[in-house]
């Protein structure tokens, strides 16, 4: 079982990006219908549809949803937590968890694996990205919210479903998410989007903030860059190997 601090070794370097990983694999399984679990506003969602595929995003938070219906709205959303997505929703060729599974609570991370799955046709894929505690992006949130120990969970989560027979392990990817901010107020006021619950962290612990900020961005091209290690997980069920 991996440790806090996990490197994992297995996983293969490229040079990529979250849409670019989740567009080519879903290209390679034929998938079209989609399922972004965690769908935050619908950032991802809407860049999905752009690409070509149909999608339903998942998400807890009302106001979330709300916005993410203004982004998206070629897209369809349905309001539920990755561990009680509703079985009405359908079935979908495959499925995402982008920097979110790390935000359900420990307790329901394998559930909301499991669940995710229920949703899937056979054969489907799930692509689970999440950030490895590394990182000056990492280091920057630091000071307002240190995710080390909840992101270690998250991926042992993950880790334990595999080794458990839950799912296949089809691939490991890891690369560096570079982000692009024009000031520190830009950088917070994405974590706040992230997390509204953020807020009062931050005005405790700003000059911690402002200081991390300093210490950590490189400018490039007139903009600060914060750079992020990722790792996504290609899971699939061995349907062929469950009995009918």
């Not at 040079?15 to 989740?22: E, P, R, Y």
């Not at 959303?77 to 420990?106: K, R, T």
């Amino acid at each position: 079982m991996p440790m806090a601090g996990q490197s994992f070794p297995r996983a293969r370097t490229v040079k990529s990006d979250n849409l670019t990983v989740l567009i080519e694999a879903f290209h390679a399984r034929r998938a079209r219908r989609i399922l972004d679990v965690g769908c935050g506003s619908g950032a991802l969602a809407a860049r999905l549809v752009a690409a070509g595929f149909e999608v339903t995003g998942v998400e807890p938070r009302a106001e979330a949803i709300e916005a993410a219906r203004r982004t998206a709205p070629e897209a369809s959303f349905v309001q539920a937590p990755a561990e009680a997505i509703p079985a009405a929703i359908g079935s979908f060729d495959a499925a995402c968890i982008v920097n979110a599974l790390h935000h359900v609570p420990p307790s329901e991370m394998r559930n909301a694996l499991a669940r995710i799955f229920s949703v899937l046709r056979p054969g489907a894929a799930l692509l689970v990205i999440e950030p490895v505690a590394a990182g000056s992006f990492f280091r920057c949130m630091r000071p307002i919210d240190d995710e080390t120990d909840i992101r270690r969970r998250a991926m042992d989560a993950i880790e334990a479903f595999v080794a458990d027979g839950e799912a296949v392990l089809l691939d490991l990817k890891r690369w560096d998410r570079e982000s692009r901010f024009d000031d520190l107020k830009g950088f917070v006021d994405y974590l706040l989007d992230v997390d509204p619950d953020r807020a009062a962290a931050v005005e405790k612990h700003r000059a911690k903030l402002a200081r991390a900020w300093r210490d950590n961005l490189l400018f490039r091209d007139g903009k600060a860059v914060l750079v992020q290690p990722m790792l996504c997980w290609t899971l699939a069920r061995d349907d062929a190997a469950r009995p009918a």
